[in-house]
């Protein structure tokens, strides 16, 4: 594929029957290790699961006690001691 003065590149027929990609979808070039990854933007699915996730973390709001933890304390006794830090 050639890239054009404006910066556009045609998507192979195959790859846009393999992916549903019609006039108007929406893609995202994401950059991975090895050069560049085309993906199919999905708005509708994306918007859901993110108003899913909002739903989930206005339930569990306020469900967790921690006994009067600071966060601190409480990071603390998840993960244990930290032993990078100077002991002081």
Known sequence: MRVTEKGQVTIPKEIRDRLGIVPGSEVEFVPSRDGALLVRVDRAK?????????????????????GGMTTDEYMEWLRGPRDDLDPR
């Open 46 to 66: 994306t918007e859901d699961a993110i108003r899913s996730f909002e739903d989930w973390a206005e339930r569990v709001c306020g469900t967790l006690d921690l």
